[in-house]
């Protein structure tokens, strides 16, 4: 059987960019001014879907219509438009019933998708490795077969574009029951790699595992990159980051590992959460989370929230967090910067692109692995030099002192290295004991 992600030039079969128009609904959850700015964020997840938007329509509801989830009025107007201007698709911002979908593109003509198609098709295309293109494809199969009778008349009438970068026409004869089997293989492939995840992950027990996480486009490659001095992949687009790297970052005498994350959106779906687990561990397993925000977008205070609820839904939330402020090179407002002061006193206030707060940010890192240190005093006989070196290459010396046969010691050490110490100790069995 075919792989259902198709190769990279199916993907953009079309050259010219799809004429898309954006329909958000306000009054039922939230009002005009939030919509607007949610309309301009589907307008960026299109656009990185490679999407023109045309128009956009917003209609004031206090309930979806059951049958095309907008009135009839708007659905005319709307249906009116994408025939004048000749509109591919029809994108809205929230998610549909299969029912909704299949009625409005019925009347309209045109391919319908929602937010969760849009996000889906993002990450598909922007998939490198097997463990990603395996968890996208896992999540757009699951996403897809209760909606399976619209999809299969819908792609034989289609012919490609956004939305549609999953199972292709050749596979419009295959049935539930291979789409059944296919999403079976692919949970196993998915735990292998999880496994082979798991045995990697033990020999870097050691360090400090910090995760940059945020709402997608915050900054987090930049700020990455910024601290690590590494050239990870940083777009203007929505979910250029999907597989988490792991780079080295120098904190004081220690070396931590610091990931960059997939981001986190409004309405990720949930399928995609489920099958991005591993790649999620890797925030919950985490000793310390710095949560990258945009603080140049009006919508901060509400990016927080999702993406505290995020962390919530994939069990991070116990981790503790630092907060930065990113893009503050974008602020002039003075009184607005000491607002968000105010607002939020801990977090740290950042530029990964001019460079600004890195220090802090590692300060902060580094109170966080004093955490980790314990004050020790030791009392050795002076020929125990293994001991005294091996203190002199991990721990920090604050006092040293030599006594006619003996020598006391008064260091910080990480607590990690207890256990070493301890064998080293026991195996010199003289006259040696902790002070404290
Ligand atoms: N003005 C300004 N722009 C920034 C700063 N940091 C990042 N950007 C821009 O913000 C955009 C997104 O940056 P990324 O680092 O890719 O963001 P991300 O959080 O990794 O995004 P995803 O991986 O897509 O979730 C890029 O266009 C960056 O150049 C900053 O400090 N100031
Ligand atoms: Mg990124």
Same mark, same amino acid.
């Given at each position: 059987?075919? &792989? ?15 004429? $898309? ?86 009347? #309209? ?24 293109? #395996?968890? $996208? ?32 026409? #050749?596979?419009?004869?295959? =049935? ?30 050691? &360090? *400090? ?7 997608? &486009? ?6 990455? &990159? ?64 710095? +949560?990258?925000?945009?603080? #140049?977008?009006?919508?901060?205070? =509400?990016?927080?929230?999702? $993406? ?24 002039? =407002?003075?009184?607005? *910067? ?40 030791l009392?050795l006989p002076?020929e125990d030099q293994k001991v005294v070196s091996f203190l002199h290459?991990?721990a920090?010396?604050?006092? *040293? ?6 020598i006391?010691v +008064? ?9 070493v110490l301890n064998g080293l100790l026991?195996r010199s069995?003289k006259?040696l004991?902790?002070?404290?």
């Amino acid at each position: 059987m075919n &792989n259902f992600i198709p190769s990279q030039n199916q993907l953009h079969h079309k050259s010219e960019q799809e004429r $898309v128009v954006l329909v958000g609904v306000y009054g039922m959850q939230y009002e005009r001014d939030i919509a607007d700015e949610y309309i301009q964020e589907l307008e960026l997840l299109a656009a990185t879907a490679g999407g023109k938007t045309i128009e956009k329509f917003l209609q004031n509801r206090d309930h979806p219509e059951p049958s095309t989830y907008i009135g009839g009025g708007k659905l005319n107007e709307i249906l009116e438009f994408v025939k004048a201007e000749q509109i591919d698709a029809i994108i809205f911002d929230d998610d549909l019933t299969a029912t909704q979908s299949r009625n409005i593109e019925q009347r #309209t003509k045109a391919k319908v998708l929602d937010r969760s198609n849009l996000i889906l098709d993002i990450f598909a295309s922007h998939a490198k490795t097997s463990a990603a293109k #395996t968890q $996208v494809e896992l999540a757009q199969l699951e996403y897809l077969l209760p909606r399976l009778t619209r999809y299969w008349t819908h792609l034989s009438r289609q012919k490609g574009g956004i939305g549609t970068k999953g199972p292709g026409e #050749t596979q419009i004869e295959t =049935d539930r029951r291979l789409i059944g089997k296919r999403i079976s293989m692919l949970k196993e492939k998915l735990r292998k790699l999880d496994k082979q995840r798991k045995v990697q992950r033990k020999g870097r027990v050691d &360090n *400090l595992r910090i995760s940059l996480v945020g709402y997608t &486009n915050a900054g987090k490659s930049s700020l990455m &990159n910024a601290l690590t001095e590494s050239g990870v992949k940083v777009e203007n687009k929505l979910f250029a980051t999907l597989d988490s790297t792991v780079r080295k970052l120098r904190v004081g005498k220690e070396d931590v590992l610091l990931s960059d994350t997939v981001g986190f959106i409004r309405k990720l779906p949930h399928r995609l959460i489920e099958s991005f687990k591993s790649t999620l561990d890797e925030i919950r397993e985490s000793d310390l989370l710095l +949560h990258v925000v945009d603080a #140049t977008s009006p919508l901060m205070d =509400d990016y927080i929230k999702t $993406v505290h609820e995020t962390l919530r839904e994939i069990g991070a939330d116990q981790v503790p967090e630092i907060m930065i402020f990113n893009k503050i090179d974008g602020i002039q =407002d003075a009184e607005f *910067l000491a607002g968000l002061k105010r607002a939020y006193p801990d977090a740290i206030p950042a530029s990964a692109l001019r460079g600004m707060g890195l220090e802090s940010i590692k300060e902060a890192v580094a109170c966080r692995l004093e955490e980790r240190y314990i004050e020790k005093e030791l009392i050795l006989p002076v020929e125990d030099q293994k001991v005294v070196s091996f203190l002199h290459d991990v721990a920090q010396i604050d006092k *040293l002192k030599y006594h006619e046969d003996k020598i006391s010691v +008064h260091f910080k050490i990480n607590r990690k290295y207890l256990g070493v110490l301890n064998g080293l100790l026991e195996r010199s069995d003289k006259d040696l004991s902790y002070v404290k």
